[in-house]
Structure formats: C-alpha cells, structure tokens
C-alpha cells in the first residue's frame, strides 16, 4: 500500500451543543485539510478544544465527520474500522485500555487474542516490548496498583502489540516525571528507526515535539494554524528559552549580555531570569557570558512552554486579520517584517514572517478585508 | 497467516471473545469470599422475589386461574431466563459507564463489531445463585403443577427457556442503544428491564388491555412464560392471549432483538454523530 498514511480533505466537524435553552453549531474541526507520509513523526498542538481529539476520534473512525475526507493507511476509517483497527495503535494518556484488575501480563495476553496474534507474534512481540520499555518488574501486577509511569508504559506497549503501522498518542507524557518522559521519548524514537513506524502525538509538552517531532501541526479553533518543522515555528513565534542563574553575590541586572536579554531579578539580583534564542545561541555560551560578570551557584534552563507558543501563534494569526483589514483589498501580506507578533506601532504594524496570505474578499461595503494563515 | 486462519476457523474467530470473558470469570472467583457474599446476596434477592408470590398465595388459593404451584412454573421460566441473560447482558445497561471510562473508545480500536465487543465485555457469575432459584422453582412447578410429562412439555420447556433468555437479552440491547442519547437513561430503560422482567413473572390473565399490549406484546413478556406454562398445562390462556401463542416463543425472541438492534445502531449512529 503505497501513499499517505493520513491524509485528509476538509475534514469537519460540527457539533450541536445546548447553549442555556438554545441549540447552537459548534465548530471544532474546520476544512482541515493535511497530509502525512508513512514514517513521519507529528506533533498535533493546540490548545484545550482546539479540535485535537476531535481529529484523532475521526482519523480512527470513532467520530463521522461532517463533510470533508480522511483516509487512514488508505481506508476509511468509520466503513474499514475493524480492517484499520489492525493498522493503527492508539494511546489515550488519560484513559486506559488496559483492564483494571488483572496484571498487565494479562492484559497483553487478552489483546493478543483480540489482534489474532499468533503464539509466535506475541511472545515474540511481548518479549520485544517488555524489554524496550523495561515492563519486567510489574508485569504480574495488576494495573491499578501501578504508579502513573508503569502504567504508561504498560498502556503504550499494550497499543502497540499488534505492531500497528500508525501510532496515535494522545497526551502520552502528560503527569510523567522528567526520567519517564525521556524514557517513554526514546522508546518511541526507537521503535520509528527498527519498524519505520509512523507517529502522531497530541502533546503539552514542548519537549515531546522538540525530541520526537520532525513536522508540527498547530490547530486553532478547527482550523490549521501551522504546518511545518520546529526550527521554523519558533523563528515564527519567536520561542525563547529562560536561563535561570543564582549568583553568589547580587549583581546589577544583566542587561548588557549579546546573546541574552534580561527577563527579571529576584533578591536584589541574586537570581536572574535571562531569555535567550536557542537558535542562534546555546545555554552554555550565555552561561559563559554571564560567567565573566558573576559567579554562578546554581543554573536551570526554563523549556518554552508549548502553550505561550500556542498562544503566540494564534496572537499572531489574529493580529494579521486585523493587519490585512486596513490593506487594500488583495494587499500581499508577504515579506512584512518584523521579530515578534507584537504591535509595534500604528499604521504599519510588523507581521511574524512566515505568514503568507491564504485568500482574500471583502468583508463589507468599502472594507478591504484579507484573511492570511501561516503557511 | 490467512490461510491458518481460515483453517482454524470459528474457533480462531472466537478466540478474542473466549480471552476476554475467560479472564473476566477468573477475576471475579479470585477473591473467594467476596464471591460468596455476591452469590449470597443475589440468591437472596431470588429469594425474596419467591416470597413475595408465595405471601400472595397465603391469601388466594387461585390468581388469574392459575394456582400456586403452576405460578411456580411461570415465576420460574421467567426467572430462570432472566438470571441467566442478566448474567451474560446486565453489563448493557450501564453503559454509561463504558461511555465516561472510555471503554467504548477502545472497542473502536479493535478489530471486531462494537456490540459483540460490548457483550463479551463482562459476565456477572453471581447472577448463578439467582438462576438457581428460578430452576428450582421451575422444577417444583414442573413436579407439582399436574404437567403430562412427554416430548411435548420438554420442546416446550427448551423453546421456552431459549427465546425467553434472546427476548430478555434483546432487551438489554435495546436498553443499551437507548442510553446513549438518554441522561440518566437507566431510570428509563429499568422500567421495562426489570418492569419486564416483574410481569414476565405474573400470571397475563390478570393484566388490563393496556397491559396486556404494551408486556404482551410490544415487550413480548408474555412469551417467556406465562404462554408457554398455559400451553404446557393445557390451560385456556386469556382474551388476547390463546394457548397456542406458547409455541410462538421464538418469535417474540426476533422481535425483541429486531428492537434492540435497532436501538444500538441508532444510539451508536447517535454517539458517532453519523446522523440518526
């Protein structure tokens, strides 16, 4: 089966929701419309009820949707179900498909059955998966006296037993400490390089996009607010990283370094908070920056929090709306400059690069509308 | 890897259906006493519900024309049918539960059909005690209400006892089809669960008209018992409900699960929101 292993075509779907007494259409995936190729790794972000699991529930065939196309691994997903159910593996963070009261022996032993594994497959396979993810311990345990972690670990080996030619993650690192999220991260990584395994992951965490993830799709309200690599998301939102320093004595704040620009001080300079690009500069050249000014006690490095990108991309979204209305009518928004999605001034406000316009129309009499996205 | 498949055929097919409820069956018996009390409380219900026709009768010497020992045999092809589809369909009407877990999610993930998935999910071994009650009052019908014992009354009692168990299994389909779009469904759907099961346990003699139309019929109650135990002991059965309507026990069981899937795929259509 040659092709895309997801691929859809303005998919949509609408929602009826009782707003007090009256109905109302809720829209919580709109024309999305995305491609992805056999052996990718995508990291699906956007906010709460940006439309995330409505996708995910529709890719698997959970949910009809309300107009547009999906085919997954070639089929389609509501009439193919049970025939795509062998294909593609389904990891819910905060849901469990395991049974709660037997050991997660068991448990594996049951959804062997439940895929027509062979004897052969499954000791195989189980034998695969307890050692990758280090399931030997509790494997006799029953599932609901694991600790989050184990349980994760089981749920993951537990969706991937059947060796599932897709892997969709739904929040898989969400409550794991740091050792069990990279634990869980190079799991995955590994299991991509020896079965060529494609994934999809619906993540909080920068981290998981920053470490799995080769393309990013950002969904706002439905609709597809970027598509693209890592490196070009935090160019176009800006996305810094935060060097925390305890000094051993209060410094003045440290305003003056190349590569870093200061955030905040606390107790009179003794730590200092200093954003830096992690594009253009390491946290090691600003440490050594900061080196020659003080001596550091203590340092932590500060992720970009997946949410502030969110939210700046979709800050910048909307601001280029409101940008493109007081343009003239087909004005191309393309090659506006500027650093960040804020307003810099009136008249010519700068534009996040990256952006280009998507289509255009006039949203009333004599007012020039442009809708532009990121593209 | 098709070919052995088809080669070990149904007993490949149904072997993720045998996984699921065989581990079920050992969960449920690994904690011994907690199993007893079960068994002990469900045979109490059974019990009580006995009682309370046997409390009646130390009042009446006849209900609907028919004495004690011949209720006997109704409440007990009633019973035993019920206990024994409550043991292998109650689960069905808590699906709401499947529904919050998420466990309905995960049946979509698997390669076989939602509602056998759904089925096989459970299996309520308590529910023994309770059937044991019904066979016993089904056997102390049989022994003592005058029956003409022959190949007859056995074809009867089997045809009786199997669409009795499919009419109240169908209804817990359709009890489960319809808690998806109900909140709060299972005050509805318990109404005729066990209202159904309630009547099915009654002489029909003694229903109104109304009654008589919406257990006789539209919830084909009346087949599961009270007919076939009138064909059974030759009784004239009641307006509405002649004596020869005991043999069409099979139909009422179609009918019921014609009901229930109809119900399922309208509440699974619901909960995928593919239309009604």
New interface residues.
């Given amino acids: 089966m040659s092709g895309a292993i997801i691929e859809t075509g303005g998919l949509t779907r609408e929602f009826r929701v009782r707003d007090g007494k009256r109905r109302r259409l809720l829209t919580a995936v709109d024309g999305l419309t995305v491609r992805i190729e056999p052996g990718e790794a995508v990291g699906y972000i956007g906010a709460n009820g940006a439309g995330k699991s409505t996708t995910i529930k529709m890719i698997t065939g959970i949910l009809v949707p309300t107009s547009g196309s999906v085919l997954t691994c070639g089929l389609r997903p509501v009439p193919d179900r049970r025939r795509l159910a062998r294909q593609v593996g389904v990891v819910f963070g905060q849901r469990s498909q395991l049974w709660w009261d037997l050991p997660v022996r068991e448990s594996f032993r049951i959804l062997a059955a439940i895929h027509m594994l062979s004897r052969a497959e499954e000791s195989d396979r189980t034998a695969e998966l307890v050692d990758q993810l280090e399931l030997g311990d509790f494997l006799s345990i029953p599932v609901r006296q694991l600790s989050l972690g184990q349980r994760m670990r089981a749920e993951v080996a537990a969706a991937l037993l059947h060796s599932p030619r897709l892997v969709i993650l739904d929040e898989p690192t969400i409550g794991l400490d740091v050792l069990s999220k990279q634990r869980l991260r190079e799991f995955l990584m590994g299991e991509r390089r020896r079965h060529g395994t494609t994934l999809l992951l619906t993540t909080h965490d920068m981290g998981d996009v920053e470490r799995l993830c080769d393309r990013i799709l950002v969904i706002d309200h439905g609709r597809l607010a970027y598509d693209g690599d890592l490196p070009g998301l935090s160019r176009t939102v800006g996305a810094e990283r935060v060097l925390v320093v305890d000094l051993a004595a209060p410094v003045p704040d440290l305003t003056d370094l190349e590569s870093a620009r200061h955030l905040s001080s606390e107790g009179g300079g003794l730590r200092q908070r200093l954003a830096f690009d992690a594009e253009r500069t390491t946290a090691a050249k600003v440490l050594a920056a900061v080196s020659d000014k003080a001596e550091v006690l203590d340092l932590t490095v500060e992720e970009p929090d997946i949410e502030d990108v969110v939210r700046r991309i979709y800050a910048a979204g909307r601001l280029v709306t409101i940008v493109g209305s007081l343009r003239e009518p087909g004005a191309d928004l393309v090659g506006f400059g500027g650093a960040d999605g804020g307003i810099a001034g009136e008249g010519f406000p700068p534009v996040v690069p990256g952006l280009n316009r998507v289509a255009d129309g006039l949203a009333g009499a004599g007012e020039p509308a442009v809708r532009v996205g990121l593209l | 890897?098709a070919s052995?498949?088809e080669a070990t055929g149904l007993r490949?097919r149904l072997?993720?259906y045998?996984?699921?409820l065989a581990?079920r069956a050992r969960?449920q018996r690994a904690y011994r006493t907690n199993f007893a009390i079960d068994l002990g409380s469900s045979l109490l219900v059974g019990l009580v519900e006995l009682a309370e026709i046997w409390v009646l009768f130390s009042n009446v010497t006849a209900l609907g024309g028919m004495r004690f020992n011949q209720i006997l045999l109704v409440f007990g092809l009633a019973d035993l049918a019920f206990s024994l589809a409550d043991l292998s369909f109650g689960h069905l009407d808590t699906l709401p539960d499947y529904l919050r877990?998420?466990t309905l999610?995960?049946f979509?993930?698997?390669?076989?059909?939602i509602l056998l998935q759904l089925i096989t999910s459970d299996i309520s071994l308590r529910r023994l005690a309770r059937a044991a009650v019904g066979a016993a009052a089904l056997g102390i019908g049989l022994a003592t209400a005058g029956v003409s014992w022959g190949p007859r009354t056995a074809v009867l009692v089997t045809l009786a006892l199997v669409s009795g168990y499919a009419t109240f299994a169908g209804l817990f389909v359709a009890a489960a089809g319809l808690q998806f779009f109900l909140l709060d469904g299972a005050e509805m759907t318990n109404a005729f669960v066990y209202g159904g099961r309630y009547s099915a346990s009654q002489p029909a003699s003694v229903w109104s008209r109304p009654l008589k139309l919406v257990f006789g019929f539209f919830f084909p109650m009346a087949f599961t018992a009270y007919l076939p135990a009138v064909t059974i002991l030759g009784l004239p059965g009641t307006d509405w409900l002649p004596p020869w309507l005991g043999w069409c026990a099979p139909i009422a069981a179609v009918w019921s699960w014609l009901m229930g899937l109809l119900c399922w795929r309208w509440g699974l259509r619901h909960y995928?929101?593919?239309?009604g």
């Avoid at chain 2, 995928?272 to 239309?275: H, I, N, V, Y």
């Fill in positions: 890897m052995t498949a490949e072997r993720p045998r996984a699921v581990s969960s877990a998420g999610d995960a979509y993930l698997r390669p076989q059909p995928q929101g593919g239309g």
